[in-house]
C-alpha cells in the first residue's frame, strides 16, 4: 500500500525519558513534516524535510531532533520529555508546495506521565 | 500574522447542505486547503483552491476569493458519515501552511 506510516501508534512514557517517533513514505514525495496536534486540535508545523534538507524549523524546544537519513524517512527524537510534550504527533508528506495534497500518516499519541 | 478563522462548531441535518467559511490573510498567500479529520485519525485532503471560484468534487465542493481573503466548504446531501472537523488551511510563501483549528461539524438525523 502506499502511504506515509509512522510508529509506534500509542506512546506511553514517564517525564524525563528521550523517545523516538519513526516515519516512512513510500509516495514517491520530497517533502516530509511533523506536525503537533494538541488537545485544542491545532495543527502546529515542527519541521519540514525537502530531499533530506531542513526548510521549515518552528519554535520548538531543541529537545526536539528531526533526522531525514533520505527523502523517505523522517524520524522525531524528543529528549526529558515534558508533561506539556502530550500531544498527538502526525507526520505528513508532500510534493514541495504541497498543491496536489499533504498525506498525513495516521499519527502517534505520545501520553507523558 | 497569517491567522485562519473558521468556526469552532457547526451542526446541520442529515440529507441538507452545510457551508463552512473560511477567512485567511492574504499577504504572501498562495492557495488554499481544505481537509477532513474524524475523530483519532488523521486529516485527509479534501481540495486545494489557488484561483477565484467555485471547484466540485461530487458532493463537496470549495470556493476561493482572494481579494476578499475568503473561502467556503460546500457539503451537500449530508450524510451521518461527514460528521468530522473540517481544517481550513492556507498555503503561503517559503511553503508554510498555516491551519485553522477546524470546524467541528455535527450531523442530526
Known amino acids: 500500500d502506499t502511504a506515509v506510516s509512522q510508529t509506534p501508534k500509542y506512546l506511553v512514557t514517564q517525564m524525563g525519558n528521550d523517545k523516538s517517533i519513526k516515519c516512512e513514505q513510500n509516495l514517491g514525495h520530497d517533502t516530509m513534516y511533523w506536525y503537533k496536534q494538541d488537545s485544542k486540535k491545532f495543527l502546529k508545523i515542527m519541521f519540514s524535510y525537502n530531499n533530506k534538507e531542513l526548510i521549515i524549523n518552528e519554535t520548538v524546544p531543541n529537545r526536539f531532533s528531526p533526522k531525514s537519513p533520505d527523502k523517505a524517512h523522517l524520524n522525531l527524537h524528543i529528549n526529558s520529555l515534558e508533561l506539556g510534550d502530550s500531544a498527538v504527533y502526525f507526520c505528513?508528506?508532500?510534493?514541495?508546495?504541497?498543491?496536489?495534497?499533504?498525506?498525513f500518516g495516521s499519527g502517534t499519541r505520545l501520553t507523558v506521565v | 500574522g497569517q491567522n485562519i478563522d473558521q468556526p469552532t462548531e457547526m451542526t446541520a441535518t442529515e440529507g441538507a447542505i452545510v457551508q463552512i467559511n473560511c477567512t485567511y490573510q492574504?499577504?504572501?498567500?498562495?492557495?488554499l486547503f481544505w481537509y477532513q479529520q474524524h475523530a483519532g485519525e488523521a486529516p485527509t485532503f479534501l481540495s486545494y483552491?489557488?484561483l477565484d471560484g467555485l471547484e466540485e468534487k461530487g458532493r463537496f465542493s470549495s470556493f476561493l476569493s482572494r481579494s476578499k481573503g475568503y473561502s467556503y466548504l460546500l457539503l451537500k446531501e449530508l450524510q451521518m458519515k461527514d460528521s468530522a472537523s473540517y481544517l481550513c488551511?492556507?498555503?503561503?510563501?517559503?511553503?508554510?501552511?498555516?491551519w485553522g483549528a477546524g470546524t467541528k461539524l455535527i450531523i442530526k438525523p
Open positions: 483552491n489557488v
Open positions: 488551511a492556507g498555503g503561503y510563501s517559503n511553503y508554510q501552511l498555516i
Open positions: 505528513a508528506s508532500s510534493h514541495l508546495g504541497g498543491q496536489d495534497g499533504y498525506t
Open positions: 492574504t499577504s504572501g498567500f498562495n492557495g
